[in-house]
């Protein structure tokens, strides 16, 4: 019999980002995947927000930043599951654009995602792994000490293997919820936004027209070349169109050199779906018509229509969307991750998102409970934490959902009158179109106190650490992440240092030792000296012992050739942690466990570490 730690049902986003983070720990892993290829026509496209942080944390932060340089970023879902053996990257949307009907008419808001609103700062190698593609999982046995899972292998023999932990990364459809959970009693149901409709998904791969393959088409007299001409027709960003009568999502996606596109167009009752491509080229038809007079006079009274023949169909058919999340998220050692556990519509991009947070979530708590000797109510503990912090960030995923969802699905033609001018005369104020970005997509959750929650709030706990570039002595620049969760399998721990102090670096790796906490937890590797203090310090060469971090201005890092993602900066940090802060306590997820101003703060809060983690035996 086969044995591992964990196994992975699902090769897609959730279930590949799952497998590298604990690969990067050493937790040996299994991938059951059904499929016996990867799919070349994607319903997800793309991932958002802090989900691009994660990704760099997969170890694929250098070639990102290397490919597109500006630190406007977004993982490739048209073949993340081929990330065991390379991952593909592009530009992300950029910018997020709401219009009325369609993306030719002007936008009346929009939302800059090349700006630093979630103060992640992105804009390594990887552990190589296979997964074991076209395995039919059948069934499993669930025992005190882990789970024997039964399964078909790409030949048709039955394979058996016994593993610590199963996790359901097999979408809403899958086998581990629909046929091992849900006789449990576990099942999806509606969330926040109580939102269910059926809308059309197309694909396009569009080609270039060109003088020789369209000689007769009307901008080449203007000089227009075939990539002003795809500029002109499918424009950059992603596209939010409401139309009372048939809303709208439509933008690019795809690596750099490839022309990809998304639509998805809502279907109504009176709606015939017997040709779905037909119904398609209906609807889109006339959004690739220009009125000749907004590109030139001389071609006023005429329309200038986009080559059909060079936009290629590859995927279109209806979905029915939904939200959904489940209401519980584990029973005892099988968990479920992504779709398995949640479905958001394609209003707001969180479905693949959300699912790479789950994976990142998950995978340190596994490799916590695998290296530990943890009890049963320990392990209840930590995944009914886990549990409840997923839904926390479900819900609020779905409120974004929500408020993108509202204004494309707006049916009244009042109230989108209003909304629209109401948002043309705000996106005239430069201050209030910052304040409702930051309000709609900025870094503000944070973590509420729940059962099993490995964070004390009433100490700081709960927020997201944000990420700045530092950089030590006279060394080159580095993400804050790389630096100061070096191992996911363990806490952080930032000494601020401020001014010319001078720190005991091995006092307080002493003092670490001392806390005697299990399994590695807390280390003397944990440490990271920060200095933040805007009066210059002691030379670096009459402090060799003392080897602080210094955060990076805009100003160091172009002198140092790197382009930083617009709105970085290196204040961040400090105004997140306050002017008080002295040590803090970083999960591997980049959430702030607690926050101390002094060591006798800072060893009350290691002990409440060390009472979650409590050894004593079962009552």
């Known amino acids: 019999m086969e044995e591992t730690t964990v196994v992975i049902v699902g090769a897609g986003p959730t279930g590949l980002a799952l497998a590298v983070n604990l690969g990067r720990m050493n937790i040996k892993t299994v991938i059951l995947e059904m499929e016996l290829e990867v799919s070349e026509d994607p319903r997800g496209i793309a991932i958002a927000g802090d989900a691009v942080r994660i990704s760099y944390q997969l170890g694929i932060g250098d070639a990102l930043v290397a490919k597109i340089g ?49 103060q992640q700062t992105v804009s390594n190698a990887i552990n190589q792994f296979q997964p074991n593609y076209g395995c039919e999982v059948l069934d499993r046995v669930e025992e005190e000490a882990g789970v024997i899972v039964h399964y078909l292998d790409n030949n048709g023999d039955k394979r058996v293997i016994r593993t610590s932990w199963l996790v359901g990364a097999d979408g809403k459809r899958g086998i581990v919820r629909k046929k091992f959970l849900e006789p449990e009693g576990i099942r999806q149901e509606v969330g926040l936004y109580d939102h269910v409709s059926t809308w059309i998904a197309a694909n396009f791969d569009i080609a270039l027209p060109s003088p020789a393959t369209h000689p007769d088409f009307p901008l080449w007299k203007l000089g227009y070349t075939p990539e002003q001409v795809y500029e002109l027709f499918w424009p950059a960003g992603f596209h939010f169109c409401n139309d009372i009568k048939r809303p709208a999502v439509s933008g690019r996606f795809g690596p750099k050199g490839v022309r990809f596109w998304r639509h998805e167009y809502s279907i109504e009752p009176e709606d015939n779906l017997d040709d779905p491509v037909h119904h398609l080229w209906a609807q889109f038809g006339s959004w690739l018509d220009i009125p000749g007079s907004r590109i030139s006079d001389t071609l006023s009274g005429t329309t200038v229509a986009y080559p059909q023949d060079c936009v290629k169909v590859v995927r279109c058919r209806p979905f029915t969307f939904s939200t959904k999340v489940v209401n519980r998220w584990y029973c005892r050692r099988t968990l479920l991750v992504g779709d398995a556990a949640h479905v958001f519509p394609p209003f707001g991009g969180q479905g693949i998102a959300s699912g790479i947070r789950d994976a990142q979530a998950l995978s340190w708590r596994l490799t916590f409970l695998s290296r530990l000797p943890v009890t049963r109510s320990v392990r209840e503990k930590v995944l009914t934490g886990w549990a409840h912090e997923r839904r926390q960030v479900c819900d609020h995923a779905t409120k974004l959902t929500k408020i993108n969802g509202s204004i494309t699905n707006q049916r009244s033609a009042i109230l989108a009158f209003f909304y ?100 590695g937890i807390l280390t003397p590797e944990s440490i990271t000296l920060l200095h933040l203090d805007n009066r210059k310090a002691a030379p670096y060469k009459s402090n060799p012992s003392q080897l602080k971090y210094r955060p990076c201005s805009h100003a160091d890092l172009l002198a140092e050739g790197v382009r930083p993602i617009n709105g970085y900066d290196e204040k961040s940090l400090e105004r997140r942690i306050g002017k008080a802060a002295k040590y803090v306590i970083v999960r591997p997820d980049f959430y702030i466990h607690s926050i101390a101003s002094d060591e006798e703060e800072l060893l009350k809060n290691v002990q409440e570490i060390a009472r979650y983690f409590e050894l004593a035996e079962d009552k």
């Open 70 to 118: 500006s630190g406007k970023a977004t993982i490739s879902m048209f073949k993340f599951r081929r990330l065991c053996s390379q991952l593909l990257w592009w530009p992300d949307t950029g910018t997020l654009y709401f219009h009325h009907k369609t993306f030719q008419n002007p936008p009346f808001m929009n939302f800059d995602l090349n700006h630093d609103h979630l």
């Open 420 to 519: 629209r001018s109401l948002m043309r005369l705000l996106w005239y104020v430069p201050t209030m179109v910052r304040m409702i970005t930051r309000s709609a997509i900025g870094d503000t959750f944070r973590y509420q106190m729940c059962e099993g929650g490995l964070m004390l709030r009433e100490k700081g706990g709960g927020y997201k650490l944000p990420q700045i570039w530092v950089r030590r002595g006279k060394g080159d620049p580095e993400l804050s992440d790389e630096v100061f969760i070096s191992d996911m399998g363990r806490l952080a721990l930032i000494v601020i240092v401020r001014g010319d102090e001078q720190v005991d670096e091995a006092g307080v790796a002493k003092f670490i030792e001392g806390t005697e906490l299990p399994g």
